[in-house]
């Protein structure tokens, strides 16, 4: 059963694309409604671990479940938002369309997008706040709006997973906030989101958890104990402004 199930089970996972492993033995769970961030510097496998969960990427060692499934069995049910400078977008769709792409896989290959998809996928568009430029192409956006089509498309698809590149990079505090509200409100909808995160100052804040990686997991849990000072500055390479706040559990941090 899904209850007894974590949502994600990651199981010794070792990804190399070349000689250097990009994840080295990576194991962990993560249970169903949890709002999970993924820390660490440029480079420390963040964005292969998100494309592992998503199958995009082989394992040379180890594997990955999804509530107890392959994760080519449990495809359907994650959602993804990739990191901006991924895609292409000179690609001619409008917003709406991005939007409806969260819906492609919903139905039989032969049936038409019902009224139910398109409106779901303009409630989406609401959600991000992006209804108004809905026939706009996304190649006319700004890269903040950019990003917020993408999480119309994640939302759209409505899986129980939904993994999140990046998705504050470049955005303004009220594009932030916007996102952040969409997040709340899909982690109180049961579902289980995991987030690559750069914002040491804000991760406390926004997270239930985190993961601090660096080719290897350097720590999992509650953001008190993986803001650890000493941790952060062996993953950081002491390049990391540690304020004073961190003594308090607050940590706040950048320029790395
Ligand atoms: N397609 C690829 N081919 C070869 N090497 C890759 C590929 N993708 C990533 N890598 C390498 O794997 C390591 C981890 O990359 P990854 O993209 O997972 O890092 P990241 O933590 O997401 O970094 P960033 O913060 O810059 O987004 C890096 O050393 C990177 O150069
Ligand atoms: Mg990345």
């Known amino acids: 059963m899904d209850s007894e199930q974590p949502a994600i089970d990651v199981k010794n996972l070792t990804v190399s694309y070349g000689p250097v492993p990009a994840l080295l033995d990576i194991s962990l769970?993560?249970?169903?409604?949890?709002?999970?961030?993924?820390i660490g510097p440029n480079g420390s496998g963040k964005s292969t671990l998100i494309k592992s969960l998503l199958g995009f990427v082989k394992a040379d060692f180890g594997e990955v479940q999804l509530f107890g499934e392959d994760v080519e069995k449990a495809k359907g049910r994650v959602a993804y938002v990739p990191q901006r400078g991924s895609v292409d977008w000179d690609f001619p769709i409008t917003v709406r369309e991005v939007a409806l792409m969260g819906r492609y896989g919903k139905q039989p290959w032969w049936s038409e997008m019902s009224a139910e998809d398109h409106d779901i996928a303009d409630?989406?568009?609401?959600?991000?706040?992006?209804?108004?430029?809905?026939?706009?192409?996304?190649?006319?956006?700004?890269?903040?709006?950019?990003?917020?089509?993408?999480?119309?498309?994640?939302?759209?698809?409505?899986?129980?997973?939904?993994?999140?590149?990046?998705?504050?990079?470049?955005?303004?505090?009220?594009?932030?906030?916007?996102?952040?509200?969409?997040?709340?409100?899909?982690?109180?909808?049961?579902?289980?989101?995991?987030?690559?995160h750069h914002d040491l100052a804000t991760a406390a804040e926004y997270?239930?958890?985190?993961?601090?990686?660096?080719?290897?997991?350097?720590?999992?849990?509650?953001?008190e104990h993986v803001l650890h000072p000493e941790l952060l500055s062996e993953v950081y390479e002491g390049k990391l402004r540690i304020f004073a706040n961190l003594q308090s559990g607050q940590a706040a941090g950048g320029g790395v």
């Open 207 to 223: 997270f239930d958890a985190l993961v601090l990686l660096k080719q290897r997991l350097f720590a999992y849990g509650a953001p």
């Open 29 to 38: 769970k993560i249970d169903a409604g949890q709002l999970v961030g993924i």
């Open 123 to 196: 409630y989406a568009l609401e959600q991000v706040r992006m209804a108004d430029l809905r026939d706009r192409q996304i190649g006319q956006l700004s890269g903040g709006q950019q990003q917020r089509v993408f999480m119309a498309r994640a939302i759209a698809q409505g899986g129980d997973i939904l993994l999140l590149d990046e998705p504050f990079a470049g955005v303004d505090a009220a594009t932030e906030r916007a996102i952040l509200d969409v997040l709340e409100s899909t982690r109180e909808a049961g579902r289980t989101l995991v987030v690559v």
